[in-house]
């Protein structure tokens, strides 16, 4: 590749950041009845960025996923009411204490729910890790697909937090239009920062080496390498910043129960493969792209075609799967393998190439 | 010369198959050593017990003088000692490149490495090395595009960047055309004399096993049939009867 033409792509992308970046700082002011909407977009994209680290990159398809996402919101519930009543009390009465936070309770409430979602996420991740990853192929995707519908009964089963009748969470101290900017920026900071967080790791080893274990996980072993510990890493930075998503939609839903908001497995843990799928799995893109695909012909759908709308999400889905397994940045890298830098070089040694880089 | 490898009265079976029964060999620093034997005769399971694929049910393997039978893969590879499998296996989907720069020794890797760049020099010597088995100009391909004799040279490319002490290689040539073979002799002998690396190699072609070792085992039932320098063992009436298959 030139080095014109090196400058040229890293030109586009350049752009391409700075419009996404600018497209999320406006949209809520451009389209101030779609904020809810975009916010939720943000969040479809960190689901498909972190499923990925383990789907894509590295051949382990949880289906349990949303068990981070559940946790988070339930942690982060947790904190924020404990710091100012006692949980049991509060979630058993409905009215047996009287519910009122402070503005400043609210916003510390919600700043130490979200780092404490975010590390006890991270420690589950860890204690299931060495559970699960015993398990290969379609019996991890099961292992962890039963290991987030128990999560999710067990929650409902738990008095302490409410069980089956859930929690309401406490209500934001301000307008609904504030609201709904405060939610939205932080499901736009937060999905954001997944990405470039991402960015950075797949840039050296740790990218490499989920990818060789994707590949021939016996051969990176007979390597030398150490899977295990590569694993449990992955599927932990998936989990922190699911528990971050679950800490921030929680108290955006403003009301949480286990089967329906928190592990919602059918939905959201489903959604998360099947965007990643469509935009080409094991890439870095391909989940930003199948996530925004899929969320707008999902809310099209509930809008133009409601009584039909789960048929349709689930032609997309055959589809997908039978006649379109690359997903898009898959069939656009077979297609134009040289954009991708997948290309015979004509120079015959190393140092030939080095002398004529130099040269140019 | 000293022993690197010492295999001592190594059994093993598989519930009423005995592929190993009492083997004993040395592998001697800075030689090539070949193992040799009909199809069926216990050769790549007395490979996979060196390496630790699975425990062995009598005897010891010692590397350098430490005992190694009871440790498990990733461990024995990271003391230096790896193997190549007879069905190549190659990341398929990952370039050339990040198939030898993935394959770079972990040694001692704390844990904060986990997340760090490749370093030059080691892009350089992934680089290098490619050019010495002849895959340069293919590094940015898909590994798994590759033609079967490619993914194997690209397979002995991955180990050397990974500086064993010993290489075990099941069956190098098998599989390769006739005229690369002649390139791939040579280059398992410059690995031997020019990385310093003790070669273990199971081979059926038996005109590249005569001129490649310098001692040799011959193994037919799972049992040691034979030791000896390939002129010694291309004179072995017992060996000529295992391949001939008279009793």
């Known amino acids: ?360 | 010369m000293t022993n690197l490898i010492e295999i001592s009265g190594v059994s093993k079976r598989f519930g009423g198959v005995i592929a190993n029964s009492q083997i004993s060999l040395n592998v001697p620093e800075g030689g090539i050593t070949g193992l040799i034997g009909p199809n069926g005769s216990g050769k790549t399971t007395l490979f996979n017990s060196v390496v630790g694929y699975h425990p062995i049910d009598e005897g010891s393997i010692t590397f350098e003088g430490q005992e190694i039978s009871r440790m498990r893969v990733p461990q024995i590879a990271r003391l230096g000692l790896l193997r190549t499998f007879q069905q190549t296996r190659i990341y398929g989907k990952m370039n050339c490149m990040d198939n030898m720069m993935i394959s770079v020794p972990q040694r001692r890797m704390p844990l904060a490495r986990m997340f760090s760049k490749f370093p030059a020099e080691v892009i350089d010597r992934a680089e290098a090395i490619l050019e010495f088995v002849g895959l340069y100009q293919k590094r940015m391909l898909p590994a798994g595009s590759l033609s079967f004799g490619q993914q194997k040279l690209l397979e002995f490319a991955m180990a050397l960047i990974n500086e064993p002490k010993v290489l075990l290689l099941d069956e190098p040539t098998a599989g390769i055309n006739p005229t690369l073979i002649n390139g791939l002799i040579d280059r398992l002998r410059r690995a031997n004399e020019d990385f310093g690396i003790t070669l273990f190699v199971i081979e059926h072609n038996m005109r590249v096993i005569m001129n490649l070792a310098d001692n040799i085992y011959c193994l037919a039932h799972g049992e040691m049939l034979a030791h000896g320098t390939p002129e010694e063992i291309q004179n072995d009436q017992r060996v000529v009867d295992a391949y001939l298959g008279a009793h």
């Open chain 1, 1 to 360: 590749m030139t080095v014109a033409r090196k400058r040229r792509i890293s030109h586009a992308a350049l752009l391409g950041h700075a419009a996404i970046l600018v497209f999320g700082l406006v949209a809520p002011f451009v389209f101030p009845n779609y904020t809810f909407q975009i916010a939720m977009l943000w969040i479809m994209i960190l689901f498909a960025l972190t499923w990925d680290i383990m789907g894509g990159q590295m051949g382990y398809n949880s289906l349990g996923n949303i068990l981070f996402f559940g946790a988070g919101m339930y942690i982060s519930a947790v904190v924020q009411i404990g710091l100012v009543y006692d949980v049991a009390a509060y979630t058993s009465a409905f009215g047996g204490v009287k519910v009122d936070f402070t503005t400043a309770q609210y916003f510390t409430g919600i700043a130490l729910g979200i780092v404490a979602a975010a590390i006890f996420c991270t420690l589950i991740a860890v204690i299931f890790g060495s559970m699960v990853f015993g398990l290969r192929g379609p019996y991890f995707a099961i292992g962890t697909l039963g290991v987030a519908l128990a999560a999710g009964e067990l929650v409902g089963g738990w008095d302490y937090v409410g069980g089956g009748g859930g929690i309401s969470m406490p209500v934001y101290p301000g307008e609904p239009e504030s609201r709904s900017l405060f939610f939205y920026s932080l499901c736009f900071v937060s999905a954001i920062t997944t990405f470039g967080f991402l960015k950075w790791l797949y840039s050296g080893r740790f990218q490499t080496t989920i990818n060789a274990i994707r590949d021939d996980e016996e051969k990176a072993e007979a390597m030398g390498i150490r899977t295990t510990r590569y694993k449990v890493v992955a599927w932990s930075i998936a989990a922190f910043f699911l528990g971050i998503s679950g800490a921030i939609f929680g108290n955006m839903a403003g009301f949480i129960e286990p089967l329906e908001v928190a592990f919602p497995t059918v939905t959201f843990g489903i959604f998360m493969v099947v965007m990643s799928l469509l935009g080409g799995k094991g890439t870095l893109w391909g989940p930003v792209l199948g996530a925004t695909l899929f969320h707008v012909i999902k809310e099209v759908t509930w809008t133009y075609l409601l009584g039909w709308q789960w048929v349709a999400l689930g032609a997309i889905i055959i589809v997908n799967v039978v006649f379109f397994q690359q997903g898009i940045l898959g069939w656009a890298q077979d297609k134009w393998p040289e954009f991708f830098g997948i290309v015979v070089d004509d120079k015959l040694s190393a140092k030939g190439a080095a002398a004529r880089e130099a040269a140019e």
